[in-house]
């Protein structure tokens, strides 16, 4: 069982729909941070929880502790939110490196 | 905007030659990752350095891979000889000493044919 499992694998909304992508962790963290990759780009650090909520934009991100559980929200998706969502998480026992979920591929249609 | 800067962005390379990436972290970053992240898989990591060491290099395949930071500052990746297999995307992230977040270049795409 990996360390990081996130749900979706892949996910095809309309423009204007509501997103919610899930992620599970199963060790403990200093940190959960979402990230976004575009096809063939680098990737970009959405959000970093250590607890709570945090939004940015349409971006919602939660967190729960208790439950190892976090989520990615994008109210109001639009074309240009297609990409990968990668959830990990870092803990200082590790060093701070990360370990990455495998990924939730958007695609959202106009 | 400080960035992690990453060369190549793509690099084709014949099975068996050998093929290096270089990084550069944002200023003042002492830790250091390279990733290897194969196509439809989230990234794992090669090898992590706190300033000049080595703090991981457990998933590193030392038979081929080596990587160095010889003054703590940029980093390269060499594979020597490339195998089919080593095909991936290769990013490179920095974070500062004691800092969670980590910040990513845009990758090194790697084909081997």
């Known amino acids: 069982k990996n360390e990081v499992e996130q749900s979706p694998q892949n996910l095809t909304a309309q423009e204007g729909e509501f997103i919610t992508i899930n992620c599970s962790y199963s060790v403990g963290i200093s940190a959960l941070h979402w990230l976004q990759q575009h096809p063939g780009g680098g990737i970009v650090s959405l959000f970093m929880?250590?607890?709570g909520k945090k939004k940015h934009g349409r971006l919602i991100a939660t967190i729960n502790i208790q439950e190892k559980h976090s989520s990615l929200h994008i109210t109001a998706s639009h074309p240009r939110d297609s990409a990968v969502y990668i959830c990990?998480?870092?803990?200082?026992?590790?060093?701070?490196?990360?370990?990455f979920g495998g990924g939730t591929r958007v695609l959202v249609k106009p | 905007e400080a960035e992690v800067a990453q060369s190549p962005r793509y690099k084709i390379t014949e099975k068996s030659q050998a093929v290096a990436f270089w990084c550069d972290p944002i200023?003042?970053?002492?830790?250091l990752y390279w990733y290897r992240q194969i196509l439809g898989q989230g990234p794992e990591l090669l090898v992590q350095f706190q300033d000049e060491s080595v703090v991981d290099d457990s998933q590193l395949p030392k038979d081929r891979f080596s990587a160095e930071r010889l003054k703590g500052v940029d980093s390269t990746l060499k594979i020597q000889p490339a195998e089919l297999g080593d095909s991936a995307m290769y990013l490179c992230a920095s974070s500062s000493q004691g800092g969670t977040e980590a910040f990513f270049g845009q990758g090194t795409r790697l084909t081997v044919v």
């Open positions: 929880l250590s607890s």
């Open positions: 200023s003042g970053h002492a830790t």
């Open positions: 990990a998480v870092s803990g200082r026992a590790a060093g701070n490196k990360l370990t």
